[in-house]
T-cell receptor
Framework: SQQGEEDPQALSIQEGENATMNCSYK?????LQWYRQNSGRGLVHLILIRSNEREKHSGRLRVTLDTSKKSSSLLITASRAADTASYFCATDTNAGKSTFGDGTTLTVKP | GAVVSQHPSWVICKSGTSVKIECRSLDFQATTMFWYRQFPKQSLMLMAT?????????EQGVEKDKFLINHASLTLSTLTVTSAHPEDSSFYIC?????????????FGPGTRLLVL
């Protein structure tokens, strides 16, 4: 079964609005990563946050990590139509492999 | 950034044939590569960990005799789907870690779409 669960499963917003996606996981992690996937394409790495970090920024992206709640959130500010994609969180454990959440499908309407 | 390529990008084959998918790290050496499978509108499921010079480690429920993995060099891992059937139709994605760099980031290939008729 998947390590992570994401919510919402689908999110539809207007261009310019902010989009927030959440990810929960079950076991201890070394780090958590967020990826983006356009329909039918490979994954693009967005941001990595280590287990001892609480917040990280990259451009319009803001990621938080709460290890006590075993959860993370991805905020995309001032969304654009080009942000339309599926977003996945993935957790890295000591085994060195990533386990993916179910993903959130984001639709940004122009 | 590091680049991982996959070949072919898509393949259509008849039921019963075998299909080989290549995964290459183009500008770094990858002692470990990973193979994932993704069904439509679903997440990525790890199939196996490919280790250079040794046997692959398969996840529970993945048939090692059906999905043959060979990691013959530090830049190439291959996945062979043997005797493919329609239920094997899926999107196969490989990834590799660049331990020469941050080491923590996985770089993903663009994926191979397999359709078995």
């Amino acid at each position: 079964s998947q390590q992570g669960e994401e919510d919402p499963q689908a999110l539809s917003i207007q261009e310019g609005e902010n989009a927030t996606m959440n990810c929960s996981y079950k076991t201890s992690i070394n780090n958590l990563q967020w990826y983006r996937q356009n329909s039918g394409r490979g994954l693009v790495h967005l941001i990595l946050i280590r287990s001892n970090e609480r917040e990280k920024h990259s451009g319009r992206l803001r990621v938080t990590l709460d290890t006590s709640k075993k959860s993370s959130s991805l905020l995309i500010t001032a969304s654009r139509a080009a942000d339309t994609a599926s977003y996945f969180c993935a957790t890295d454990t000591n085994a060195g492999k990533s386990t993916f959440g179910d993903g959130t499908t984001l639709t940004v309407k122009p | 950034g590091a680049v991982v390529s996959q070949h072919p990008s898509w393949v259509i084959c008849k039921s019963g044939t075998s299909v080989k998918i290549e995964c290459r790290s183009l500008d770094f050496q990858a002692t470990t590569m990973f193979w994932y499978r993704q069904f439509p509108k679903q997440s990525l499921m790890l199939m196996a960990t490919s280790n250079e010079g040794s046997k692959a480690t398969y996840e529970q429920g993945v048939e090692k005799d059906k999905f043959l993995i060979n990691h013959a060099s530090l830049t190439l891992s291959t996945l062979t789907v043997t005797s493919a059937h329609p239920e094997d139709s899926s999107f196969y994605i490989c990834s590799a870690r660049d331990f020469g760099g941050l080491g923590e980031t996985q770089y993903f290939g663009p994926g191979t779409r397999l359709l078995v008729l």
